[in-house]
Each structure stands twice: as C-alpha cells, then as structure tokens.
C-alpha cells in the first residue's frame, strides 16, 4: 500500500477551507441581500402604521372636539362623546388593518431564500460523503 503525500493532503484541506469560507461569505451575503429586500417590503406597511399613529394622536385632540360638537348637536353629551370616539376609534383601526396587510407579505422575517440555499449545500455535501 503507498500512503498519501502529506502536501497533497494539504492542499486537499487548504481548498476545501477555502472553498468553505468563500461558501460562507456568499450566503452571508445572500442574507443580507435577502433581509434589505424584506426591510424595503416593510417600509411601507411600518409607514401606514406610523400614520394610523399619527391620526390617532390628532384625533385625540382637536378632531376629537370637532366630531364631539357635531354629535352634540343631535345627541346628548354622554352619547355625543362615545360616538365621537366609536368614530375616530375606527379610522385609527382603518389604517392600521391596511398598514398589517402590507407587512403580511414580508414574514416570516428570516431570509428564506439564503436558508434554502445553505440546506441545498448542505444537503449536497452530505451526498458527496456517502
């Protein structure tokens, strides 16, 4: 039987570690593509809720005076004030439903694309062992 060179051994292992890292650093950066693409997606979604916020905020001030002198024209003022915050309630509850829906599409916030990569390398290693 004759044995291995040593330095083909080390070459061997030199290009497989080399191979790994540049492997490694590829699907890094595949995941911080992948992640960028899910923050643009979730920009808009994080933007309607910002303004569902932000009506919110108004509507607890001076629209909330205006829509309760409205209703206490017809109402008396205990149901004047509940209607005027049934109403604003909902357009605060309006914006964030469409702000959620945006950011549906996003999740699961985990770079999806990259893992199933790095399970096809994973998994074609382990063929190449057997």
């Given at each position: 039987?004759?044995?291995?060179?040593?330095?083909?051994?080390?070459?061997?292992?030199?290009?497989?570690?080399?191979?790994?890292?540049?492997?490694v650093?590829?699907?890094?950066?595949?995941?911080?593509?992948?992640?960028?693409?899910?923050?643009?997606?979730?920009?808009?979604?994080?933007?309607?809720?910002?303004?569902a916020?932000?009506?919110?905020?108004?509507?607890?001030?001076?629209?909330?005076?205006?829509?309760?002198?409205?209703?206490?024209?017809?109402?008396?003022?205990?149901?004047?004030?509940?209607?005027?915050?049934?109403?604003?309630?909902?357009?605060?509850?309006?914006?964030?439903?469409?702000?959620?829906?945006?950011?549906?599409?996003?999740?699961?916030?985990?770079?999806?694309?990259t893992?199933?990569?790095?399970?096809?390398?994973?998994?074609?290693?382990?063929?190449?062992?057997?």
């Amino acid at each position: 039987m004759t044995e291995p060179d040593n330095t083909s051994t080390t070459d061997l292992l030199r290009q497989v570690t080399e191979q790994i890292s540049t492997l490694v650093g590829q699907e890094v950066r595949n995941a911080q593509a992948e992640m960028a693409d899910k923050a643009r997606q979730a920009a808009k979604g994080a933007a309607l809720l910002g303004a569902a916020g932000v009506c919110a905020a108004m509507a607890a001030g001076t629209g909330a005076a205006f829509v309760l002198r409205l209703f206490d024209r017809v109402l008396p003022p205990r149901a004047a004030a509940l209607g005027a915050t049934a109403a604003l309630g909902a357009a605060a509850a309006a914006l964030a439903a469409g702000g959620m829906e945006e950011l549906r599409p996003v999740r699961p916030l985990v770079p999806e694309r990259t893992v199933r990569s790095v399970q096809a390398d994973v998994d074609a290693v382990q063929r190449a062992g057997q």
